[in-house]
């Protein structure tokens, strides 16, 4: 089953923040996430695991909640370039395989 | 950038037809996974390998077989193509350990007439 990612949809003016959900329904090992840019293959942007390590992004910040299964990952000070659409890929930890959500379009304008 | 190219770039075929999608990584990499994209689904893992002739099943992997002979080569084959196959596949590979990060090939855009 995908895990939930919200809000769907997002238009940022530039320097704004938002927050980008992701919940699953299994308990989870670790939380990646990823941004694709229209037309372009994904791109790593953060893992964060079980325990609390993470390994990612230096503009970009996220939490894991493992009692909730959830991972909110935060956009600060926004800029054009993060434009794209944001997923989360979720492990649950019984294979080394990704369960991604369905996505997070989100969009900064000027 | 991960050395990993997918083969072809853009296919349209038709019904009924065999197809193979080839995926060559020059990171000597355990893992390699094989999606499939389509809008409001997000990615959808249909296989993937933990080693040479060492595959699984992902969520949506009927309609589809893979084949590992060699570390750097993971191919996609639609036995038998259809319609509902139309979607653009990428490719993704991996170091397997549980902190590793997933690198993505360019992806294929495939249409089934």
């Known amino acids: 089953q995908q895990p939930v990612q919200s809000p769907q949809a997002v238009i940022l003016r530039e320097g704004e923040d938002a927050v980008i959900n992701c919940s699953s329904s299994?308990?989870?090992?670790?939380v990646h996430w990823y941004r694709q840019k229209h037309g372009e293959a994904p791109v790593f942007l953060m893992i964060?695991?079980?325990?609390?390590e993470q390994k990612g992004h230096e503009k970009i910040s996220a939490s894991f909640n493992e009692k909730k299964q959830q991972s909110s990952l935060y956009l600060t000070a926004s800029q054009l370039s993060y434009s794209g659409t944001y997923f989360c890929?979720?492990?649950?930890?019984?294979?080394?395989?990704?369960?991604f959500g369905t996505g997070t379009r989100l969009q900064v304008t000027l | 950038d991960a050395g990993i190219t997918q083969s072809p770039r853009h296919k349209v075929t038709e019904t009924g037809t065999p197809v193979t999608l080839r995926c060559h990584q020059t990171?000597?990499?355990?893992?390699m996974y094989w999606y499939r994209q389509d809008p409001g689904h997000g990615l959808r893992l249909i296989h993937y390998?933990?080693?040479?002739?060492?595959?699984d099943k992902g969520e949506v992997s009927d309609g589809y077989s893979v084949s590992r002979s060699k570390t750097e080569d993971f191919l996609l084959t639609l036995e038998s193509a259809t319609s509902s196959q139309t979607s653009v596949y990428f490719c993704?590979?991996?170091?397997?350990?549980?902190?590793?990060?997933?690198?993505f090939g360019p992806g294929t855009r495939l249409t089934v007439l």
């Open positions: 993704a590979i991996s170091g397997g350990q549980r902190n590793n990060e997933q690198f």
């Open positions: 990171e000597n990499h355990r893992y």
């Open positions: 299994k308990a989870l090992y670790s």
């Open positions: 964060l695991l079980k325990g609390g």
């Open positions: 390998s933990y080693g040479v002739k060492d595959t």
């Open positions: 890929g979720t492990d649950t930890g019984t294979a080394s395989k990704l369960t």
